[in-house]
């Protein structure tokens, strides 16, 4: 989708929208539309070592043309010390997403047109300039880069000396090499301090450092147009700026093709998608990074984000890798929820990862009939349902009646995981509704493959029966049409929240079709909106209609009426569902995403947020760009063309 912002939006809100690229590796690059950065996790080269290791190195840019006596600031930048803000998006008649950012400026005779890409594997940025100069004078276009050389989010140590020298910055163990088609020039070291307006709303740290050490000069000549380039980097780098933004653009032309879905809406997200599978050295195999600018890679949501974001695009190897990482690092019948660094040992507190792990399994199944890598996975899965029969970590049991419950104390087991100062907004022991609709979904899914691997499915065929007859019993309410989100005793129990559309939408599911359609028309009445499903209803008393402000204040919100996107793919699919699958029900769900294309156009463009606010979700919120978000859509998307595909290139 080609998206175009004119100078009517940048005068309205200049900074509301941003952009991404990435590199594979949980590298990125990312400002605002204006060029300006308003987060201290943006930056044009956020270099990754390993998915949650990341270092920003280039962080912005201020950029001055002249024309004859004509001086103009092209860049854009708030600024906390009093130094009046850089105005350039004055300049700025279009900023275009189509597969790559790029900018256009009129100043006078002088136009001005810079376009950004990284380089797919490397940690390598190219900004290209091309200056038409119609002016009778000589145009000189000065770029100087403002560096961070910090872990992305963390202010620059002070005090730091950046050593600049023929091309080659050095600064903090790091080195930076820039690649220029115009002249390098060494500058006095000087350091601005920049004010970030995303995240002061939210509550971080709003301002930070940059440091200047040197500026790039580049003179086109009257009445020619010269092209202009600025490679960064970690490595020495031969590509071009122009090589850089080709093979980029390429790329995701070719992410869109291969994906081969026809809605305009799904071959974007199908492109968005591909940013958050990156390569993890440490277990030598692919992962998922749940969100940018803030998040790394953790185990509940790549399950979750790997359906959508792997699979539905048919990468099945990609699938199958990732899914091979979680079943060797598994551990008393639990996988990872965060895989760290170095030494350190990976953190197992999820009850539904490892659940989610064996519907990855399944999912991949039905699309490759790979019975050889059911036969490899099928020890691990065994573990996974016999540990939850047993007792394993964190209070995770199955009950005489056959349910599962799971935390105690501060745990945070469920997707639900807030803990601020000790207080657990949403604490959820007990036995949580989605949870056990997963647990019966795998019990089911090792009945059917048993065969595959000469055993036979006959117990967790009859487990799976015992647990359907006590989550209908004991879930279902019948005076209020919906079921219980939790059972724990206590009055959370009877709040009305979004988990319960799991209990729909899975590949196995224990309620009849009446009490399907009432649970849905529950959560349309009260939870869904076309941005995402509210995590809590506005009639609890507990109902938080805004999220932002300290992090105390965020967290208490964040899953107590905060709309989140990604439960809208189980919703979707459950309206498929209860309607039959029909075309007919195809069509309904499809007239309900029309409005994707403003989505995918507001915040990152291109992709989908994490949260939106409960009560009126307007400006997006979180992370800027969220995997689940994108993933749950994109099987959404890829259900309705199996039903009934769409007309070609439909928005």
């Known amino acids: 989708m080609r998206f175009v912002f004119s100078n009517r939006d940048f005068s309205e809100e200049k900074e509301r929208n941003c952009w991404l690229l990435t590199n594979g590796l949980g590298g990125f690059s990312s400002t605002s539309g204006v060029f300006s950065t308003t987060r201290n996790d943006q930056g044009l080269l956020v270099a990754a070592d390993s998915p949650n290791h990341r270092f920003n190195l280039v962080h912005r840019m201020t950029e001055e043309l002249t024309a004859g006596s004509r001086k103009a600031v092209l860049s854009a930048q708030t600024f906390a010390d009093g130094t009046p803000p850089e105005d350039g998006w004055q300049y700025l008649t279009e900023f275009v997403w189509d597969l790559c950012p790029s900018w256009h400026y009129q100043v006078d005779q002088v136009s001005v047109v810079r376009q950004c890409a990284m380089k797919y594997g490397k940690n390598a940025t190219a900004v290209v300039y091309t200056v038409e100069n119609r002016s009778p004078f000589l145009c000189t276009l000065r770029a100087t880069p403002v560096l961070q050389f910090a872990p992305k989010g ?67 000549n009257p009445g020619e147009t010269g092209v202009l380039e600025l490679v960064f980097s970690t490595e020495p780098e031969e590509a071009s700026g122009q090589e850089i933004l080709e093979a980029c653009r390429m790329r995701q032309h070719e992410l869109m093709e291969r994906s081969g879905f026809r809605s305009e809406a799904a071959r974007e997200l199908a492109r968005s998608a591909d940013a958050f599978v990156v390569d993890r050295a440490s277990t030598g195999g692919k992962t998922i990074e749940a969100g940018y600018p803030f998040f790394g890679d953790w185990g509940r949501d790549t399950m979750i984000a790997l359906p959508g974001c792997v699979l539905a695009r048919g990468e099945y190897e990609t699938g199958k890798s990732i899914l091979r990482t979680f079943l060797a690092y598994e551990q008393d019948g639990l996988v990872p929820n965060l895989f760290p660094e170095g030494e350190a040992k990976p953190q197992y507190n999820s009850v539904d990862a490892p659940l989610l792990l064996i519907n990855g399994i399944w999912l991949y199944y039905q699309r490759t009939h790979d019975a050889e890598f059911i036969r490899e996975a099928w020890p691990v899965m065994e573990r996974i349902v016999h540990a939850y029969c047993k007792g394993t970590r964190y209070s995770i049991s199955m009950d005489e009646d056959g349910l599962i419950r799971a935390g105690s104390g501060r745990d945070q087991v469920t997707w639900m995981d807030v803990c601020v100062n000790g207080v657990l907004p949403t604490p959820r022991h007990g036995k949580p509704v989605e949870i056990n609709a997963y647990w019966y979904n795998a019990l089911c899914i090792l009945s059917r493959l048993a065969p595959l691997t000469g055993s036979s499915g006959e117990t967790y065929e009859a487990l799976a029966e015992r647990v359907k007859d006590s989550f209908v019993r004991k879930f279902w309410m019948e005076d209020r049409g919906y079921l219980k989100d939790v059972l724990s005793g206590t009055p959370a129990d009877f709040q009305l929240r979004c988990n319960q559309i799991w209990a729909l939408s899975m590949p196995f599911t224990m309620l009849p079709p009446d009490k399907e359609s009432r649970v849905l028309a529950c959560v349309r009445e009260h939870l869904y909106t076309p941005h995402g499903l509210r995590t809590l209803s506005p009639e609890d008393p507990e109902f938080c209609p805004f999220y932002g402000g300290s992090q105390w204040n965020r967290d208490m919100a964040y899953h107590q009426g905060t709309i989140w996107p990604f439960p809208l793919g189980a919703y979707y699919l459950a309206c498929l569902k209860v309607g039959g699958n029909t075309p007919e029900a195809a069509e309904a769900v499809r007239a309900q995403l029309q409005s994707m294309a403003d989505l995918l156009r507001e915040g990152c463009v291109g992709q989908l947020p994490e949260i939106y606010d409960g009560w009126n979700p307007g400006p997006s919120k979180g992370c800027f760009a969220q995997a689940w978000s994108v993933g749950e859509l994109l099987r959404v998307y890829e259900a309705l063309e199996r039903i009934a595909p769409a007309p070609q290139r439909e928005q």
């Open 154 to 220: 963390e202010p620059p140590q002070a005090p730091q000396t950046l050593e600049y020298r023929d091309g080659v910055v050095r600064g903090q163990g790091r080195v930076l090499y820039v690649k220029c088609s115009g002249a390098l020039t060494p500058l006095e070291p000087a350091s601005q301090t920049l004010y970030y307006a995303d995240d002061q709303k939210d509550g971080r740290r709003e301002s930070g450092i940059g440091m200047i050490c040197f500026c790039a000069v580049w003179t086109v």
